[in-house]
């Protein structure tokens, strides 16, 4: 399956970041050490390949900044699922202010591990951690290992008990998901089309779905990103046509 284990005396041939995890799960007495997966696993449905594994046992690290006091926010989900940052926000923001998209210099300075290899726990800072719970379907799951090419072996309940991490109900139903997309698409694509030919009075793209993005950190209604839809306001008719083009072109590379 291109990967290889190490452990014990062999430690100090993981990266840094692998390293600091496998201290940590021997110090814990966990019974599976790193193992690192080949170059070629470079996202979580090869990685999951790569591990003989269905999608939905890759433990993907989600990382979101907390804007009231910029801390990391750590959402644990299944491979084949995605989460719902309104779930997220409700058991994380009790002022009521909202997570933010944390940026790669975020997630290393907070973790210290690099975007893609985010462990669930040997973190620089504890971070405010939530674990999905359709993670427990499976019997086995794998996470990150501190390095975007390593994974450890663990169950469910382990998980839990290794980060004390609460269990929630934090993604998105996949069917109500694709159809909302789908019709957020459509609306914005048609009223692309309406419009292709104007050049003064551009009207905004906004169609009331007011839901960014972690992943693309686009708008899932309009498809702009925070700066363009802050900046709307006071583009020129210019500016805000070649915002349009852009809609159309992330809408097209959306749907590939």
Known sequence: MGAFKMCGSELKVLPEGAQR???LLQ????????VMLDDAARTTKQAADALGIMLGQIAKSIIFR??????AVLVVTAGDQRVDERKVEALVCPDGKRLG???????KA????????????AHVTPPVTLIDQSLFRF?????????????FKLSPQQLADLTGAPVADVTVDPVQEQ?????????????????????????????SVCRMSALTGWCEGCFRTRDEIAGWSQASDGGKRAVWNLIEQRIVAFQA
């Open 110 to 121: 907070r973790t210290g591990f690099s975007i893609g290899g985010v462990s669930p726990l």
């Open 27 to 34: 110090e814990r007495g966990h019974p599976h050490s790193p």
């Open 66 to 71: 907390r804007k009231s006091d910029d801390v």
């Open 179 to 207: 159809v909302s997309q789908q019709n957020a698409i459509d609306l914005i694509a048609a009223h692309a089309r309406r419009i292709r030919a104007e050049t003064i009075n551009i009207p905004s793209p906004c169609i």
């Open 139 to 151: 019997d086995e799951i794998w996470a990150a290992a501190g390095h975007p090419h390593g994974v």
């Open 101 to 107: 998209r944390a940026d790669a210099e975020f997630v």
């Open 21 to 23: 995890v496998a201290a």
